[in-house]
């Protein structure tokens, strides 16, 4: 659908035309692609900090990220089949927040899944962008997520609604 490369894209632009830190985690643990869009394939991923979210603070968050720009960090994935990933839903919560307190936008490429850590994420999250594609059921997901998100952060800014493809 194109949701990595909004991702991807939205936050280097926050990082090189706004000048502010940013990190960009990939929480697409099989299939993410940030590793592969910034040309960067490092020994240590998202998943060491979820396998064991009870020691990071920030000395390990930093030797986990990866400095892409002056103001670009990376949390890349793994993007290998080779493992099922059986992670604790309180570990992306506990690592999510600790990035959170380390810089000042932290813009998270979700995997295209609906489970209560997802769930979690993007209700808590300070802006939602939904990237849909102009088909019959990729628009309807985009609606009823975006539904479900008005009503859950009914104090918050609406989600955004990116339509890719178009």
């Not at 659908?1 to 985690?25: D, K, Q, R």
């Not at 643990?29 to 869009?37: F, H, K, N, V």
């Not at 290998?80 to 927040?97: E, F, G, H, Q, R």
């Not at 979690?120 to 962008?129: F, G, L, Q, R």
Request: charged share 20%; with cysteine.
């Amino acid at each position: 659908v194109g949701s990595s490369t909004v991702a991807h894209n939205l936050a280097w632009s926050i990082s090189e035309n706004i000048g502010v830190n940013s990190t960009l985690v990939d929480l697409d643990l099989s299939w993410g692609t940030t590793a592969l869009d910034f040309n960067h394939e490092g020994s240590q991923t998202v998943v060491d900090a979820l396998t064991d979210p009870e020691r990071i603070d920030a000395a390990v968050l930093v030797r986990l990220l990866t400095k892409t720009t002056e103001c670009l960090t990376l949390f890349t994935a793994p993007a290998s089949l080779n493992t099922m990933y059986n992670i604790d839903d309180d570990a992306y919560d506990k690592v999510i927040d600790h990035v959170r307190r380390n810089v000042p936008f932290v813009v998270l490429d979700l995997p295209h899944v609906w489970n209560e850590w997802m769930r979690s994420s993007v209700v808590n999250a300070d802006e939602v962008i939904v990237v849909c594609q102009p088909d019959l059921a990729s628009l309807r997901n985009g609606k009823n997520l975006i539904d479900y998100l008005k009503n859950a952060r009914a104090n918050d800014a609406p989600p955004r609604l990116v339509l890719n493809m178009v």
